[in-house]
């Protein structure tokens, strides 16, 4: 990984904003990075934003360099989700059917019990339900219904909805979410409720309120998962909105020529203006599956496990023959929310994880508390005192003190040392050098089980993926917790700390949509059936072809330029489940075409579960329509190089170290990971160091660097 040169030959700007650091990654126009941190700030995310991206230009405290040159800046972050775990949104009111004023109280049967796993959902009269999304007394009903078919059963109540936004309005809310039955076959209930709303809303004068509406913003069937993303679109997104476009400004008073472009959970591109921002609410873990898909296409390595690892959390999730899954519903804080969003599990091991001895026990405890950027760890020294992983790896000598984060955090040895001593080790009568690599095991054997777990349970077996360790802290401890996973392979890279932001770049602008319809097609259905239910899945094509269509006229981009792609998710008759299937034709035109459909969806079934189960006697549903739109931009050029000898050259080596494993001290040789050079191999032990990573190298283990500068770890006699 080599250093830009000021903003000369930058072509791209991408950011991940954790809720620790942000990271800002540039990409020159010959494939090289550069990586900028700095930590996150909540307030002003432009802050933290400008000065990561100045580090990564090499402009720190300096005059800013213009961005003149720039053609792509994509943002992800985790302010959106903060907000939803925090509750710190906007105050928000809802209008529903009356009679579905409780709605946040019964919610649905499924999200009772999610979160749970398996022994506490046995017993499920001990459950603890979420608390409401909103408070009941901002839940308002109003008369009126659409069917099932989309046919008005009961004509809205007009004064009903005044009275609703009056009181809401004088309870302060500062924004409304409309969510009716069915008005994703019929929106015209919502679109009147819209129109009235905005009548009392200018009468009344009160400071502006705004209007969201689910036939818009989420018009998918299962209306609980519908109104809980509306909320989160009036409380989380729209506020967030205004950060990002502070963040814009604060580009284009740099000369940055275009607008900010932000990552969404489903991996694509979009304009901040997008209409539907929330879809943006859950992209901050997901960067770096998108770079490893990148990775993908690059190497030819189709199938990854995805580590990522940082201040509060460890993320994994998979990629499979070369793309990520994805679920249409996603559950954060015990929620539902119909939002589609690549797959990431995560758990609680990170290395601001606080240590501490439990007073009953007498035992170890991790977390579930971190340290943060602010005040962080001990050894930060800014006014925590309770020891943290990170301080377990620095009294262990993995970390160097004086090049953490390139030097600009001078770490405090004694003083970590001191707070593990007196906290932990004296109270347990053990050497607090035992106990910090013990604490470093702990972690370990928890990410290890993680990999296990998420693996084990889709029925999938490390020995058919390679893993991909990156976050800060990824390549610290792949050593220890990949031990005995029978992996093809272990690998890192030199831009690892930014490997989400480099995920972010690495995408094209890309919408996704979704439409919930009802479709049945019955084994043995005749031609004119199948032809009159392809005219009812044209019609949801059309439409979401024109939505697609606006979205990008209102964003500066040409529908020409698109790739258009349309989706059903298909069901047998009576399964609860469906797949997303690519439809082979562009529209239903015919019955061959809609056989041609359904025949996709059974190729696609026999692959993931097998050819005796398939059943088409049941015949086939279709529940939801789907179209992506995907519009090519500038993305990173991996530069593939000559491979050299295996010595690393001088330069590369940096000294020696005293590292604690085993038990024991012992020297370490030390490596200037972005010196080494591909074909180069060096063996345990050693420390591999970089300005924003480290890597840890045991004994018996061996790195080899490829011709794409990523760094494989192997162990025994393998090299």
């Known amino acids: 990984m080599a250093a830009t040169n000021g903003s000369g030959g930058a072509q791209i700007v991408a950011c991940d904003a954790g809720g620790t650091m942000t990271d800002v990654i540039v ?22 934003f400008c000065e990561a991206l100045d580090e990564a230009l090499g402009t720190p405290g300096g005059s800013p360099a213009s961005l003149a040159a720039i053609e792509a800046c994509v943002y992800s972050g985790t302010s959106m989700l903060n907000a939803l775990l925090t509750g710190t949104g906007r105050r928000v009111g809802v209008i529903t059917r009356r009679g579905e004023e409780d709605i946040f109280l019964h919610q649905r049967s499924r999200q009772s019990w999610a979160g749970y796993g398996h022994a506490d959902v046995l017993h499920h009269v001990a459950h603890h339900r979420p608390d409401p999304l909103v408070p009941r007394r901002l839940v308002k009903g109003v008369e009126g219904r659409i069917d099932m078919f989309g046919v008005e059963a009961i004509p809205l109540y007009e004064h009903d909805v005044r009275t609703a936004v009056a009181e809401l309005l004088d309870d302060g809310v500062e924004a409304i979410a409309v969510c009716l039955m069915y008005s994703y076959m019929n929106p015209s209930h919502e679109q009147r409720v819209a129109e009235i709303a905005a009548e009392v809303i200018a009468e009344a004068g009160d400071p502006p309120v705004t209007l969201h509406l689910s036939h818009e913003l989420a018009p ?42 932000v990552l969404l959970s489903h991996g694509g591109v979009a304009d901040i203006r997008y209409q539907r921002l929330h879809e943006s609410t859950f992209s901050g873990p997901i960067g770096g599956l998108l770079g490893a898909r990148y ?53 609680g091991a990170g290395m601001g994880m606080f240590v501490s001895v439990d007073p009953l026990t007498g035992r170890i405890t991790l977390g579930p508390e971190s340290a943060g950027a602010d005040p962080g760890p001990v050894s930060y020294g800014r006014g925590n005192d309770t020891p943290t992983v990170m301080d377990c790896a ?8 004086r090049n953490y984060l390139g030097g600009k955090v001078v770490l405090d040895v004694d003083r970590a040392l001191k707070a593990l001593r007196e906290q932990c080790a004296d109270r347990l009568r053990i050497d607090a050098h035992d106990l910090a690599e013990g604490v470093l095991e702990l972690v370990a054997s928890s990410m290890r089980e993680h990999i296990r777990t998420v693996l084990s349970t889709r029925g999938f077996s490390a020995a058919d993926y390679d893993l991909l360790a990156y976050g800060g802290a990824g390549p610290l401890l792949m050593a220890a917790y990949t031990s005995g996973l029978p992996f093809r392979g272990v690998v890192t890279v030199p831009w690892a700390a930014g490997f989400s932001a480099f995920g972010a770049a690495a995408v094209d602008l890309s919408h996704r949509y979704q439409k919930s319809t009802g479709i049945i097609v019955p084994d043995g259905a005749d031609d004119g059936w199948k032809a009159a239910m392809g005219t009812m899945v044209n019609a949801g094509w059309d439409e979401l072809e024109a939505r697609a269509s606006e979205d990008l006229r209102a964003e500066g981009l040409s529908w020409d330029d698109a790739t258009v792609v349309p989706i059903a998710y298909v069901r047998y008759g009576g399964q609860l489940e469906d797949l997303e299937v690519a439809s082979p034709v562009r529209r239903i035109d015919s019955a061959a075409d809609m056989d041609a459909l359904t025949d996709a969806f059974e190729d696609l079934y026999r692959r993931i579960y097998a ?35 295996p010595a690393p050259p001088p330069e590369a080596v940096l000294g020696t170290r005293d590292v604690y494993h085993g038990g024991r001290r012992q020297p370490a040789t030390i490596y200037d990971m972005d010196a080494l050079r591909p074909g180069n191999r060096i063996s345990g032990i050693a420390v591999v160091e970089a300005p924003a990573t480290t890597m840890f190298v045991p004994p018996d ?14 162990a025994g006699d393998q090299t």
């Open 295 to 347: 990775l993908s296409s690059v190497t030819g390595v189709d199938n990854w496990v995805c580590a990522d690892m940082g201040g509060t959390s460890f993320d994994v999730g998979l990629i499979m023959a070369g793309e990520p899954m994805i679920d249409r519903e996603v559950t954060v804080t015990r929620r539902i929310f119909n939002l589609p969003t690549l797959v990431m599990d995560t758990v």
């Open 611 to 645: 050819q005796v189960a398939t059943h088409r006697q049941a015949g086939f549903q279709i529940f939801d329509l789907g179209l992506t739109v995907t519009i090519p931009k500038v993305k990173p050029h991996l530069v593939r190089r000559d491979v050299e000898g």
């Open 27 to 48: 990409v020159d126009r010959d494939g090289s990075f550069a990586i900028g941190k700095a930590a996150t700030t909540p307030g002003d995310q432009a802050a933290g």
């Open 220 to 261: 998918i069937i299962r209306e609980h998962g519908r109104l809980n993303t509306v909320v989160l679109h009036a409380a989380a997104a729209e506020p967030s909105r205004a950060q990002l476009l502070r963040i814009e400004a604060a580009l284009h008073g740099r000369d940055y020529p275009h607008p900010l472009q």
């Open 394 to 401: 620095l009294i262990c000598g993995l970390l160097n003190p």
């Open 701 to 714: 283990h061996h790195v080899r660097v490829d011709e794409w500068s990523m760094l494989w770890l192997t």
